[in-house]
């Protein structure tokens, strides 16, 4: 029999007050698909150590799923980010999810404005496919560009995004798994 593949969940709340309950959860939803989640053993004496467990543990996870959801702004949680990034360069198979797959443009609800119309290119037209990143002509206040994408265009473009929370993360790594059809980004 072929062993489990291990998921490495990335997310902020194994800091919350109720982190043993969530996790338990998360531990049953994998096993209900047959994966093993895979925790990181941090000790939380030295930051130095906390940081080498983690990323033996990226090392040695099959798949990596990040929790992409705003984190004490309008930001994912920035440890993740960067555990997700060091999976990529490893090679890992990974899974982004958060609640809302609008684009940044869309959810964006501060000050923001419209370039010019000259200025404006949608990069979801064939004949722009190379031209960058830029969304489809919206800026912060700041005179920022907000993405076309969901995140920030370095989380965004790397794996698939499922809108919801890790079981149904779980469920695309599933039919991933299997070759069936999904639903995301």
Known sequence: MASKQTICLCTPQRYAPDWEQQRQRYQRACEARGFALLEPACAGQRVEDDFRVWMETVQHCDILVGDMNNFRGWEPDSGA???????YVWGKKIYLYLDD????????????????PGE????????NQNKGTVSKGWRDKEGIVLENGPLNLMMSAHAP???GGFEEALERIQQDEEGGA???L
């Open 101 to 116: 797959l609008r684009s940044c443009a869309e959810k964006f609800t501060e000050e923001k404005y419209q370039d010019e």
């Open 81 to 87: 980010c960067f555990v997700l990034g060091a999976g």
């Open 161 to 163: 995004m499922v809108e």
């Open 120 to 127: 404006q290119i949608d990069i979801t037209a064939p004949e």
């Open 182 to 184: 999904h639903r995301c």
